[in-house]
């Protein structure tokens, strides 16, 4: 064998192994970002909990159930699916009236329209909500609609937002519930600034 063939077979064998280095260098650089920028993908989601899991943030009380929004059906009212069992819900949001706009026989209400895309923004399909239920309300209303407090990613509560923002009025239907006080409140703050239905709806 000639030098310059067994210098060229040399020189193949480095090019090969530098290859493979780098190859190598680049599965793990990318397995690491996997780990560190998605680590749902291994657990299931942040904390290692169950597929779809998203952690609340810190002002949704213990017990709430996690859901994901398929639709709102106007202010004070969704669809939701439950994350842990799959179930397909209607819920009635707990201390707050919503002017109508799909009510069967009735007329769109001043500011229905501006509650219903309120809520839309807020709630944008596919979203995550936590569900709180209130036991002095009972379970659902006469609709078989779920009675809630639905708090937001934003760890907000949709509905004393509905109130304060003036998109909807304080309402206590039977029994005073948990969340009344500060409710009422809102409302009497919104009235006084004119804002939304208050100043739009005569």
Excluded: H
Excluded at 16 to 40: D, E, H, K, T
Excluded at 64 to 86: H, I, K, N, S, Y
Excluded at 146 to 161: I, K, P, S
């Amino acid at each position: 064998m000639s030098r310059s063939t067994a210098a060229s077979r040399r020189r193949t064998r480095s090019s090969a192994r530098s290859r493979r280095a780098l190859l190598g260098l680049a599965v793990v650089v990318v397995g690491a970002v996997v780990v560190i920028a998605f680590p749902q993908l291994l657990d299931g989601g942040p904390g290692g909990g169950s597929p779809g899991a998203v952690a609340p943030p810190s002002s949704v009380p213990a017990g709430a159930v996690e859901a994901g929004v398929e639709r709102v059906v106007d202010g004070d009212t969704l669809v939701v699916v439950t994350t842990d069992d799959g179930r397909r819900e209607r819920i009635r949001l707990i201390g707050v009236d919503t002017p109508e706009t799909v009510k069967p026989d009735a007329p769109v209400d001043c500011f229905g329209p501006e509650a219903s895309a309120y809520t839309t923004g807020l709630l944008p399909v596919g979203s995550t909500v936590w569900l709180e239920d209130d036991a002095s309300q009972g379970d659902a209303d006469r609709y078989d609609r779920l009675l809630r407090y639905v708090w937001t990613e934003g760890g907000g509560m949709l509905n004393q937002q509905l109130v304060a923002s003036g998109f909807g009025t304080e309402d206590t239907y039977d029994q005073p519930y948990r969340y009344r006080d500060a409710f009422v409140a809102a409302e009497a703050a919104a009235r006084d600034a004119g804002t939304g239905l208050w100043g739009a709806c005569g």
